[in-house]
């Protein structure tokens, strides 16, 4: 028996940092994708390759542990993640061989890695006959991604890679994880990701560092309003005006941040769903300027590609996506500017001696498909 399964990377087209707030996000899934072939076998173990990675990896599924935290994360580790999270929920996997192909930039924050889950989840779920529902497939990795790799990641990613609609982004809510598709009308127009090619160094201590910054602005916010609330989320744009001089800095500011750019999402998907591009094209500038002045995430690099950018006529707009420090921006434009785009960037870049960026034009791209043994 052989089963194919693809899924994509992701774009988050605004709500950056959100999630960890309980708040919406809105990704679209991109054209480019993790494919994993599966033949089943007899034995219960997992021989997987990888057309991106050197070499094949082997391990048994009889008896996964929690990897040791401190060794460095291999690729299989993900496999294994998969696998150890579908014994976690009861189920018992068939044992297989992998062949996987990717198109999907692999650490450039496009979520190569909830692509690769999902694809290894949905091929092994296929081959074992096993029916998931696809927003339980879509958990299951994530409790791979986090549980068992370390990496503290909120569901959009997973979400966007099983559950995305081709033409259509997901309006995801944080808290109560359910979500709405959103029309893109991009007929005339396209997303153009420009990855900045600065390695993320700072993400993870900063990432850390916002997180427990929120929630320390949530661990005062009581005192203040005589109230009490589960996140930045619940933190109403009223009452931002009247506690945001009494957080201590950077409180304030960082608090401002999630309000406003919650508020944005929400804003993004309505222009979106009546078919206002423009809207949305003003609030990535807006969402950028938050996450550049007031939640401090950005880079010189991906201010300089949004800046550049939104100055080229056919650009309706721009901005960092991802938790910043490096890592991607998209821009929204016509797609007839795209090659001057392209050459304004790479100009800019090279005047600033940087690294040349990448770009990977794409529209809104479907979720999982699976062929062969299927749910
Ligand atoms: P991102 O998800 O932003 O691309 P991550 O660091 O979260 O970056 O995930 C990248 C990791 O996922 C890689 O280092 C690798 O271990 C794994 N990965 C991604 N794509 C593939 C692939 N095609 N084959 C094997 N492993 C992959
Ligand atoms: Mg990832």
């Known amino acids: 028996m052989k089963v194919r399964a693809t899924a994509p990377g992701r774009v988050n087209l605004i709500g950056e940092h959100t999630d960890y707030n309980e708040g919406f996000v809105l990704p679209a899934a991109i054209d480019y994708a993790v494919t994993v072939e599966a033949v089943a076998r007899k034995e219960r173990s997992v021989t997987a390759r990888s057309a991106n990675f050197p070499g094949s990896e082997t391990f048994s599924l009889e008896s996964l542990e929690r990897r040791d935290g401190s060794e460095k994360i291999r690729w299989v580790d993900y496999l294994k993640g998969v696998c150890w999270a579908f014994g976690e929920a009861g189920y018992r996997l068939r044992g297989a061989q992998l062949?996987?192909?990717?198109?999907?930039?692999?650490?450039?924050?496009?979520?190569?890695?909830?692509?690769?889950?999902?694809?290894?989840?949905?091929?092994?779920?296929?081959?074992?006959?096993?029916?998931?529902?696809?927003?339980?497939?879509?958990?299951?990795?994530?409790?791979?991604?986090?549980?068992?790799?370390?990496?503290?990641?909120?569901?959009?990613?997973?979400?966007?890679?099983?559950?995305?609609?081709?033409?259509?982004?997901?309006?995801?809510?944080?808290?109560?994880?359910?979500?709405?598709?959103?029309?893109?009308?991009?007929?005339?127009?396209?997303?153009?990701?420009?990855?900045?090619?600065?390695?993320?160094?700072?993400?993870?201590?900063?990432?850390?560092?916002?997180?427990?910054?929120?929630?320390?602005?949530?661990?005062?916010?009581?005192?203040?309003?005589?109230?009490?609330l589960r996140?930045?989320?619940?933190?109403?744009?009223?009452?931002?005006?009247?506690?945001?001089?009494?957080?201590?800095?950077?409180?304030?500011?960082?608090?401002?941040y999630i309000v406003e750019e919650n508020e944005r999402v929400k804003r993004a998907a309505a222009a979106l769903r009546s078919g206002r591009l423009e809207e949305y094209g003003r609030l990535m500038g807006l969402s950028h300027t938050g996450l550049r002045d007031l939640y401090e995430v950005s880079s010189p690099e991906l201010d300089e590609i949004v800046e550049a950018a939104t100055a080229v006529p056919g650009v309706l707009g721009a901005r960092m996506t991802g938790a910043g420090f490096g890592g991607c921006a998209i821009v929204l434009l016509e797609r007839e500017a795209e090659s001057q785009v392209r050459q304004r960037l790479g100009e800019a870049f090279a005047c600033r001696r940087w690294r040349e960026p990448s770009f990977y034009p794409t529209f809104a791209a479907a979720g999982l498909t699976l062929s062969g043994g299927g749910f």
């Open 231 to 256: 996140s930045l989320r619940d933190l109403s744009a009223k009452e931002l005006v009247w506690v945001e001089g009494q957080l201590p800095d950077p409180l304030g500011r960082r608090s401002r």
């Open 99 to 228: 062949a996987i192909s990717s198109s999907v930039p692999v650490g450039s924050g496009l979520s190569s890695s909830a692509a690769l889950e999902v694809a290894v989840a949905a091929a092994l779920a296929g081959l074992s006959g096993l029916k998931l529902e696809r927003r339980e497939l879509a958990m299951l990795c994530w409790r791979a991604e986090n549980e068992y790799i370390g990496v503290r990641c909120g569901v959009m990613d997973q979400f966007a890679a099983a559950l995305s609609r081709a033409g259509h982004a997901m309006l995801l809510d944080c808290r109560s994880l359910e979500y709405e598709y959103i029309p893109l009308p991009l007929e005339r127009c396209r997303l153009l990701i420009v990855d900045s090619r600065v390695p993320r160094a700072l993400a993870v201590s900063e990432y850390n560092r916002r997180r427990e910054e929120c929630e320390a602005a949530v661990e005062q916010l009581p005192g203040l309003l005589e109230r009490p």
